[in-house]
């Protein structure tokens, strides 16, 4: 790993989870304990206000309803002891009445006397007039006796301080036990979501293409694991099927090459041979070549397949007109329709226009017309028809048409109708028909007709999209 990873990048899924469930929790717990100390500390000051507005109108109903004098108020509200103290000033500061341990030294300075004068006013004090800690002071100006008079009571805040720091220890204590706490579970619900995955990675490590058939366990919740585990064993059939059907194209392939190398060795053998006249030498260079010839073929078709399996059968669309397409089919398999002692006919509408590939659809229609021409009792015909941007090129011929069983696999490589239609050649032709097809976006079908005979199609799009339009020699136009 770079030296510059992110360190977490390394930390196994389990720790990543703890570890996020605990920052998670650690936010939380911040953001509660801030938002329950602002709550509180709300709460004790407007409890303390409160007490603040009580105590300032009782020493002012007391000081409006002495009629001998102030000095009728003192014992009452003024004198109280405790952590609550109050104190009445003139506007120029001196001190009328007080609780006894205030004495004659004025609460407010000058200024906040003067500002006192004119309302109400909250002050807070750093150390309290009596005992230790902060002091909160209210001062309010009140008319008594025909003279102008400022109030000003206050309480201590050592007990709402107090209740504070109380919170704060409480939560600096309770915090990493919750934090502790939430990381295990973290952790451990990592731990025990994670386990169907450790199952899954080691039945994955048992897994072989030697011994096909092996599947990942499935949770039995139907959750994002389930799915994924169904995803993967989705993935591993289909692995399979490919490698199936690559062992089946390499061991038909071999198959199907061994016959013609066999002849064209046994040939050659026969020709090598002291006793060999010239006619049978001369024999024996002519079954080698058509061998030679059956082997390029196969060659050629073998590289198709496996173009189209690796999806990089080579195209190369460029408009066509339909009709020239076919009747250049047709001019071509005249000599190989005569020789059947077949009649070849076509059939197209005039100006219809395809974006093609010429030559894959001329190697297409010519298997189709090989195919065609084997199996017919006298007539192939090749018809085109077009609609909703789609062209349909039919090969039909009056034969015996295929059995019900094959048209299902019609199309896969190395399959051939040996009942009715399959005699001869490697079973190729249709699977390039179907490659043919699905390289210019349509498909390939096959069916008997009603009144005999068979119907085999391509469908494909007027216009076909580009694709790869790189290397590759231009495709044999040579049938099997």
């Known amino acids: 790993m770079a030296h510059g990873a992110n360190p977490i990048a390394r930390l196994s899924v389990r720790l990543r989870v703890a570890l996020a469930v605990a920052v998670a929790i650690a936010v939380l717990l911040g953001a509660a304990a801030l938002g329950l100390q602002l709550r509180l500390a709300h709460q004790l000051d407007a409890a303390v206000d409160q007490g603040l507005r009580s105590r300032a109108a009782d020493v002012t109903a007391l000081v409006q309803q002495a009629d001998t004098g102030l000095a009728q108020a003192r014992g009452g509200a003024v004198g109280a002891r405790g952590e609550s103290f109050a104190q009445i000033l003139t506007p120029s500061g001196r ?94 619900a990592a731990a025990g979501a994670l386990r169907p995955v450790e199952r899954m990675r080691r039945r994955a490590e048992g897994i072989q ?32 099927g490919a490698l199936a059907r690559e062992r089946t194209f390499v061991s038909d392939a071999g198959h199907e090459l061994r016959g013609p190398l066999a002849v064209l060795k046994g040939e050659i053998e026969l020709a090598l041979e002291d006793a060999v006249t010239a006619q049978q030498f001369r024999d024996a260079l002519v079954s080698a070549s058509e061998e030679t010839d059956r082997l390029a073929r196969l060659a050629d078709d073998l590289l198709v397949v496996a173009r189209s399996d690796q999806g990089g059968l080579p195209v190369r669309p460029a408009p066509l007109d339909v009709g020239d397409l076919v009747d250049g ?129 391509l469908e494909l799009p007027a216009r076909v999209p580009a694709v790869d339009q790189t290397a590759g020699e231009p495709p044999s136009a040579r049938m099997r």
């Open 329 to 457: 089919v047709r001019r071509r398999f005249e000599p190989a329709a005569r020789e059947h002692g077949a009649l070849l006919s076509t059939q197209a509408p005039e100006g219809l226009r395809l974006v093609a590939d010429r030559l894959r659809l001329e190697q297409a229609l010519g298997n189709l017309v090989d195919n065609a021409l084997r199996h017919s009792s006298g007539l192939v015909e090749l018809v085109a028809e077009g609609g909703s941007g789609l062209i349909a090129l039919h090969v039909l011929d009056d034969g015996a048409g295929f059995t019900p069983g094959f048209l299902g696999v019609a199309f896969e490589r190395f399959t051939r109708d040996d009942v009715a239609r399959g005699r001869g050649g490697a079973g190729l032709g249709l699977a390039i028909v179907a490659a043919i097809a699905a390289a210019h976006h349509g498909a390939a079908h096959a069916r008997n007709r009603p009144e005999g005979g068979a119907d085999v199609w």
């Open 209 to 240: 293409a030697q011994s096909p058939g092996g599947r990942l366990p499935v949770p039995a919740a139907r959750d994002e694991l389930a799915r994924l585990g169904d995803t993967l064993n989705t993935m591993i059939a289909r692995l399979e």
């Open 95 to 188: 001190v009328v009445d007080a609780t006894p341990a205030l004495r004659s030294r004025p609460l407010l300075t000058p200024a906040e006397l003067r500002a006192a004068n004119a309302a109400t006013l909250r002050l807070d004090r750093p150390r309290a007039p009596l005992g230790p800690g902060r002091a909160r002071l209210l001062a309010t100006p009140v008319h008594a006796q025909g003279q102008r008079l400022v109030v000003v009571v206050g309480a201590s805040l050592a007990q709402r301080d107090g209740a504070l720091t109380d919170l704060r220890r409480l939560l600096l204590l309770g915090a990493p036990a919750i934090l502790l706490v939430a990381s295990a579970v973290g952790y451990g």
